[in-house]
């Protein structure tokens, strides 16, 4: 079944060179794939990056600690709240600096709203890759919705600039906790209406079940993480193993695959929503009153010394290593982009299967050019 | 033996085809948008504006250079005189470039007079890149839209 | 959505002709000064301040290759004293720590130091026995870390030892996360932790590519996130944020002048 | 003279003008029913800026392509290049030669009506008569060949022809592998197609596609009852034949980008397109006259459905294509679509068996009970 390029090099068959991108209606930016076919079958993938590299990195050195913020939302754009969160955290971690609670609840809020809309655009992305086109405006619609929150909240869309070193740049304004509430109440109808087109749907199993398996254990050696290790059985979530900002506080579960093909990470993205869900359910019910702005210096001057600090993010691990030599502009910002790291493994997943397929394995990988590249 | 059932007469098709049928004769979600226009939050940030004194008609500006300090682009441009009179700084020029903005609203945050503020006019187009940079006059003047056609704003 | 909670009327100050703002303006506008390129002759602190005083104000960690040497331009930058009301973060040696110590028999003098800050431990090890120490982190079950989350560098230019690598290690068995560094000078090879962690190939390719630091036993080393003929490394301290490889920009994208 | 002129060359002229000007508005309007009604599917309105709810759209978008450069690729074979969009669009038109829109005397009463009119041809009320008597001229079809289902199958296959010289002839890799696909999946549908039909020819037994919806008539009965496991199959393969979702490997624009008509641009692509949806209404028409009685309204012959009698059939067949069409475009709004091993596995392992098997059991219950 499986062909090697050695295999049919002796058979004398033509191998064919394929250029998938960077300009391709389904490589999700400006991803490269450079495929050698043999029909249709896929013998060998390179991907080659860096079309949308912009040096955040080195941005980040030459601009305090502050103004480096938004940029972050420009790594991961569709997540970018969650961007944001996580280098924040770590910013307050070295500065030592208090989160009033409300914050810190209304932070967690957003992050996840966060991670239910970069699911949804992951939905619906997915899902017209492999040919569901409807499927695409209704996630829009849900994910509009959020937007429309996010644009109330933080006076953005999509570049966001969540959050400020030391909590909030204001506190939730009139009526949005009603509009949140009308949302989450909705959503799992409209969840349920994504199932009614896909999860039991012959030609939507037929393109997912047993696509890009990986095992749980070699899901960690490629470093992968977030949905996709999820996906392949190990329950390991950041926000369980180490956490942060306060998730301890919130009850939610990690829902895990079985087979670790492009099915299970469909269902556990789906079942993550609901999880998300949850987690806002229960910041609205508890949401503390008080400020939403700790004391926080003008100038944000950690001491000299580094932090590591890791967010599971909608696409997996988002950690951002923050070194200081004690100035005002970070002596280096390392990001550890999840899906930079979880990319690699596309020419592994990808090997032995069909073309088509190529397309659903870098849909379930839910990578994002931008944080690929930064 | 009911999975089989399901799989002949296509249960799992026809339930996507029903909701489908359900949805082509709802209300539509879309704005048309040039026709109808977004209403937008009131934080969010779209077009920076500096603003007068709603009485006096005199710039709020106090010309501290603290929005240009804290852009991470440096776009702003504060220009300032000391009057000689009364020891204040004076404001002689501000410019904008809006076409580097990331609009990440730090400048209207740290501004102590509440002169600089991104407002809600989001239709920043224009034909040619000098004409992103702002200067004072169109700062406080608001955008002059490029029309396209007839003039759908009206 | 919520109709807003502001007006966006602009604000009447108190008293515009009063010198209140001004007097204010100076006040804040001289702390939340960060930015180096604008560091103006007025501001109240001398930028003629003596370098060492942010020396002083690190506790020195003898082993530790932290930072202070690294930035010369901006340990010239005065550090606010009255930020310090708190106690002062700062590296702490790592004591009774049995990660350490059996480190340290195994590897005596390759283990440089134990240190950890905001309680993320952090061994340094000496690039020779780098590889090795790798391993037996991965492989021993005591500490069976089995996910890289990180590999990076650090430029400290100036340094003899100039860069320092980074790892950020995690155990899912034990849940501890861990920091591994070792310096290496300019010419030196890093040994490519690839065969124990494949997920360390596009980490240390895009080390390859920011840093110019080369990995011995990398079986695809080339740059990742720039062009393949494109000249000099970004991250490196010594490269201009500005600066950009010309020659590749004439050639691929035909643009005669580029911004300085 | 002018008695066999008009019944021989003049009528079927006019007709064959009418039926082409005809199809290409209800192609173009088409179009446009497509983005309307997938629009409303997914919530939103579709294309509204072109006259009142975008009425106007198919005629700009005509004019778009008419108006747009003729890109013909530096390394492409020029003359297959130039000649394959016409090799696929001739063939989906020409299966509207025969296809009968109406009964044989639909233009009965219309032509000696009309041919009173015209004062210069002289005519006699007897000739008139004789020319409305004549079925040449008076059907509601160009021409009634016996052998029309297999007329429109060979016609129907030569239309990949376009689609795999285009994909060859653009010199470029999506296009070829859109190609190969398409033929392998023509190919292989087009054999369970055929079986899937050949069980309604036993019931007809007639080629004839006049005759099939005749036959309908006396047995009063569609033959969609008759033989349902065929009309499924037909269906199925329809969809797979005018490459419509879920079967639109060849031109699967998120995995080759455009398949064969990736290179073509402006009047060219224009039209491939043109082409895909003649098949769609081709492939709708047959479907209709083999299935669902062409011109016959519900339950043929039973009296307590007459009423509808007032309907005229043209428009019944009109009616019964639109609802077939709003299906294929139903199903697109609704279906991811098939990998390409998927479809020829689904072609193979069971249409075709299933085809088969209907085609066997329906012959064994004809011997066995007629």
Redesign the interface.
């Known amino acids: 079944m499986k062909t090697t390029v050695e295999e049919s090099t002796v058979l004398d068959a033509k191998v064919l060179e394929l250029n998938m991108g960077p300009q391709h209606p389904s490589t999700h930016g400006v991803l490269r794939v450079k495929l050698k076919l043999d029909g249709e079958r896929v013998l060998d993938a390179e991907c080659i990056?860096?079309y949308l590299?912009r040096?955040v990195?080195?941005?980040s050195?030459?601009?305090?600690?502050?103004?480096c913020v938004p940029y972050y939302d420009r790594t991961d754009y569709i997540a970018a709240v969650s961007n944001v969160y996580g280098y924040l955290l770590g910013v307050e971690?070295?500065m030592?600096i208090e989160v009033p609670k409300r914050a810190q609840y209304i932070r967690i809020m957003m992050t996840e709203f966060s991670r239910i809309s970069s699911h949804l655009l992951w939905l619906a992305t997915h899902a017209i890759d492999i040919g569901a086109m409807t499927v695409f405006l209704y996630c829009f619609r849900e994910r509009e919705e959020i937007l429309?929150?996010f644009?109330?909240l933080f006076g953005a869309r999509l570049t966001t600039h969540a959050f400020r070193v030391g909590g909030l740049w204001k506190d939730l304004?009139?009526?949005?906790e009603e509009?949140a509430r009308k949302f989450i109440d909705e959503f799992p109808e409209r969840v349920d209406e994504y199932e009614q087109l896909l999860t039991k749907n012959r030609i939507w199993m037929a393109r997912t079940q047993g696509i890009g398996v990986i095992s749980g254990k070699e899901a960690?050696?490629?470093?992968?993480t977030g949905p996709v290790l999820r996906g392949s059985g190990?329950k390991?979530d950041v926000r369980k193993?180490?956490p942060y900002g306060g998730y301890e506080e919130f009850d939610f579960d990690v829902p895990v695959g079985e087979n670790g093909d492009t099915y299970d990470r469909y269902l556990v993205r789906l079942e993550e929503m609901h999880q998300s869900r949850r987690i806002i359910q229960q910041v609205l019910d508890r949401l503390p009153d008080g400020p939403v702005r700790g004391k926080a210096?003008?100038?944000?001057?950690?001491?000299?010394?580094?932090?590591?600090s890791?967010i599971d993010g909608p696409r997996g691990?988002l950690?951002y290593?923050i070194?200081?030599?004690?100035?005002?502009?970070p002596?280096?910002v390392?990001i550890?982009p999840p899906t930079?790291?979880s990319?690699?493994v596309l020419r592994r997943l990808v090997r032995g299967h069909l073309m088509a397929d190529v397309i659903a394995i870098i849909g379930t990988l839910d990578i994002v050019l931008g944080e690929v590249?930064? | 033996m009911m999975d089989f059932l399901r799989r002949i007469f296509f249960v799992d098709i026809l339930k996507g085809l029903a909701l489908t049928f359900r949805y082509t004769y709802r209300k539509v979600y879309t704005e048309q948008y040039p026709l109808e226009k977004p209403?937008l939050?009131?934080?969010y940030r779209g077009a920076p504006r500096l603003?007068?004194?709603?009485?006096?008609g005199?710039t709020?500006c106090?010309a501290?250079?603290?929005c240009?300090?804290?852009c991470p682009e440096d776009l702003i441009v504060v220009g300032s005189q000391r009057d000689p009179e009364?020891?204040?700084?004076v404001l002689t020029h501000y410019t904008f470039d809006t076409s580097r903005c990331l609009f990440c609203g730090l400048c209207q945050e740290?501004c102590?007079?509440?002169?600089i503020?991104l407002?809600?006019d989001f239709e920043l187009a224009a034909y040619d890149r000098r004409s992103m940079v702002w200067d004072r006059k169109q700062l406080e003047k608001g955008w002059d839209r490029i029309h396209f056609g007839k003039d759908y704003h009206k | 959505?919520?109709?807003?909670?502001?007006?966006?009327?602009?604000?009447?100050?108190e008293s515009?002709?009063a010198?209140a703002?001004?007097a204010?303006?100076k006040e804040?506008?001289a702390?939340?000064?960060?930015?180096?390129e604008?560091a103006a002759p007025e501001k109240p602190e001398s930028p003629e301040a003596p370098g060492p005083e942010?020396g002083e104000?690190?506790t020195p960690a003898p082993s530790e290759p932290?930072?202070?040497s690294?930035?010369p331009k901006?340990?010239a930058?005065p550090?606010?004293p009255k930020?310090a009301k708190?106690k002062?973060?700062?590296?702490e040696d790592l004591e009774e720590d049995t990660l350490l110590q059996k480190l340290k028999e195994k590897f005596s003098e390759g283990i440089v130091s134990g240190q950890s800050?905001?309680k993320?431990p952090?061994y340094t090890v000496s690039v020779d026995c780098l590889y090795d120490v790798m391993i037996e982190l991965k492989d021993s079950p005591d500490w069976d870390f089995?996910?890289?989350?990180?590999l990076?560098a650090?430029?400290y230019l100036g340094d003899e030892q100039r860069f320092c690598m980074?790892y950020?290690l995690y155990s899912?068995k034990h849940?501890r996360?861990i920091?591994i560094k070792a310096r290496i000078s300019e010419e030196e090879a890093v040994p490519s932790v690839t065969s124990i962690?494949?997920?360390?190939?596009?980490?240390e390719r895009?080390v390859y590519d920011?840093f110019g630091i080369d990995f011995s036993g990398h079986d695809d080393l080339k740059?990742?996130?720039?062009?393949d003929d494109w000249h000099g490394h970004?991250?490196r301290k010594d490269?201009d944020?500005k600066l950009q490889d010309q020659a590749w920009i004439k050639k691929h994208l035909n643009i005669i002048k580029t911004p300085a | 003279m002018i008695e066999i002129l008009l019944i021989y060359a003049i009528i079927p002229l006019i007709k064959i003008a009418v039926i082409v000007l005809f199809l290409s508005g209800a192609i173009a309007y088409l179009t446009l029913l497509e983005r309307k009604l997938i629009a409303h599917i997914q919530v939103r309105l579709g294309p509204m800026r072109v006259g009142w709810h975008g009425l106007l759209q198919p005629i700009a978008d005509g004019l778009k392509f008419l108006l747009k450069e003729d890109i013909v690729p530096a390394k492409a074979d020029a003359l297959i290049f130039t000649i394959a969009p016409a090799i696929s669009l001739l063939p989906a038109f020409l299966v509207f030669a025969v296809v009968p829109f109406g009964p044989p005397d639909m233009l009965k009463d219309f032509l000696s009506w009309i041919l009173g009119w015209f004062p210069f041809l002289n005519l006699d009320p007897e000739t008139i008569a004789r020319i409305a008597e004549n079925s040449i001229a008076s059907g509601g079809y160009v021409t009634d060949i016996n052998i029309a289902v297999l007329f429109v199958l060979s016609v129907s296959s030569v239309g990949i022809l376009g689609i795999i010289l285009g994909g060859w002839a653009s010199n470029s890799k999506f296009p070829l592998l859109g190609a190969l696909r398409s033929s392998a999946q023509m190919v292989s549908y087009e054999v369970a197609l055929g079986f899937a039909i050949i069980g309604v020819l036993l019931v007809a037994g007639s080629l004839s596609l006049v005759e099939i919806v005749q036959n309908q008539q006396q047995e009063q009965i569609w033959y969609v009852f008759v033989q349902p496991v065929a009309f499924v199959l037909f269906f199925i393969c329809g969809l797979a034949e005018t490459n419509r979702l879920p079967f639109d490997l060849p031109e699967a624009e998120t995995e080759l980008v455009g398949g064969f008509h990736t290179e073509y641009s402006g009047f060219r692509f224009s039209l491939f397109f043109l082409a895909e949806y003649a098949n769609m209404i081709a492939v709708s028409a047959i479907g209709v006259i083999l299935f669902l009685g062409g011109w016959l309204r519900p339950f043929p012959n039973s009296d307590w459905l007459s009423f509808l009698d007032f309907i005229p059939g043209v428009l019944w067949f009109l009616g019964k294509v639109f609802m077939f069409l709003y299906i294929f475009i139903w199903l697109r709004g609704t279906l991811p679509r098939f990998r390409f091993d998927q479809l020829m596995q689904y072609g193979w392992k069971i249409f075709l068996p299933v085809a088969l098997g209907n085609v066997v059991v329906t012959a064994a219950v004809l011997l066995a009970f007629l």
């Open positions: 990056i860096g590299h040096g990195e080195k941005i050195e030459n601009r305090s600690y502050i103004k971690a070295m030592q429309k929150l644009e109330a304004p009139a009526g949005f509009a960690i050696e490629w470093g992968l190990m390991h193993d180490r210096p003008k100038i944000v001057k950690p001491p000299v010394g580094e932090y590591y890791g691990e950690g290593y070194v200081s030599d004690g100035s005002a502009q002596f280096r390392r550890r930079f790291i990319l690699q590249d930064r | 209403k939050a009131g934080r603003n007068n004194d709603p009485v006096t005199e709020l106090i501290c250079d603290l240009a300090e804290i009364s020891r204040k700084k740290v102590p007079t509440n002169a503020e407002t809600q | 959505m919520s109709e807003e909670d502001e007006p966006k009327q602009p604000q009447k100050p515009p002709e010198p703002p001004e204010e303006e804040t506008a702390p939340s000064e960060p930015s180096p604008s942010a104000k690190e932290s930072p202070k690294a930035a901006k340990a930058k550090a606010p930020a708190k002062v973060l700062s590296y800050f905001l993320q952090t089995d996910y890289l989350i990180d990076t650090l430029d980074v950020h899912y849940d996360l920091r962690w494949k997920t360390a190939n596009w980490m895009e920011m740059r990742i996130l720039l062009p970004p991250l490269y944020i």
